[in-house]
């Protein structure tokens, strides 16, 4: 299958006959292709993918068809088998990992936290990448950002709640504060919307479409599988299929029913109302 990619138009302005005056290049993959060591499956073949300040892109694919393998090759927690992955003007393999990892915020439903721990802790352990907190490190002036994050996401009524006793809905926008708290210039975001309901999943879009206005030079990147999960903040898509880009750039060029249809192999309708994204199967 001939992969069919709109014009990006992120492109890193270091390339001949880029535009000037965009945004920095946060991310970047170049050649990028990762197989599995033990039998040379290919997990990702000859991706390349641009990321700038400000922009926010969704992954969208079938199970296995690489998104979270993308997430972590720029979430700096995995390598490439062939080609080049640069995170926030660094490349990977020659930086230290665990530095670049603080500068990145991660978000995901598989992060381990103490479910006794109130939420204003929760969100203080991301001052130090720990799982459990480290009270010597935490300043009155941390602390107090641990509380403005909360508010931020609209749940500062949460600080002294169990973090294991709240909703996923709460949970998602908690660990998002976490995330935050140290200042990253990239927010990566593994299937936030797992397992929320309908007013949970609309209470988070909201505070990611809020959390878009107020950080206009933070970037994201979201995995999911449901184009209804998509806030309106959301200018970017990529489409992968087998590993492999079927479509990136532009959301509107690339969320279309032609494109759905050929990365999830059956027919798809994509309508969009208000900024948000409907697809379902259409008829053969």
């Not at 978000?107 to 009270?135: E, I, N, R, Y």
Request: charged share 25%; with cysteine.
């Amino acid at each position: 299958m001939t992969t069919t990619q709109p014009s990006q138009e992120s492109e890193g302005t270091d390339r001949p006959g880029e535009a000037a005056g965009t945004a920095p290049v946060v991310a970047r993959l170049t050649s990028v292709s990762v197989r599995r060591s033990t039998n040379e499956q290919v997990i990702l073949d000859d991706v390349d993918w641009t990321v700038r300040a400000g922009e926010h892109w969704a992954l969208l694919g079938a199970n296995g068809a690489g998104k979270t393998t993308i997430l972590r090759l720029v979430g700096a927690m995995m390598f490439p088998t062939t080609g080049t992955v640069e995170v926030l003007g660094h490349r990977l393999g020659r930086v230290d990992v665990r530095e670049l990892r603080a500068a990145i915020g991660l978000v995901s439903s598989a992060q381990k936290v103490p479910p006794t721990a109130d939420c204003h802790t929760v969100v203080l352990t991301g001052a130090t990448g720990t799982v459990q907190p480290l009270w010597g490190k935490y300043d009155t002036d941390t602390r107090e950002r641990a509380h403005a994050l909360l508010a931020e996401l609209q749940v500062k009524e949460l600080a002294d709640r169990p973090f294991g006793v709240c909703s996923g809905g709460q949970r998602a926008r908690v660990l998002i504060a976490r995330a935050l708290m140290s200042d990253p210039s990239l927010l990566l975001l593994d299937e936030p919307f797992n397992a929320l309901d309908l007013p949970s999943r609309e209470d988070l879009i909201d505070s990611m479409r809020h959390l878009a206005g107020s950080r206009p030079e933070l970037a994201t990147v979201t995995v999911t599988h449901h184009l209804e999960e998509l806030s309106p903040a959301i200018g970017h898509a990529v489409l992968l299929r087998e590993g492999r880009v079927q479509a990136l750039g532009p959301a509107e060029e690339v969320l279309t029913g032609e494109r759905m249809t050929a990365c999830f192999g059956r027919p798809v309708e994509v309508t969009r109302h208000a900024g948000r994204w409907l697809a379902r199967s259409g008829l053969n």
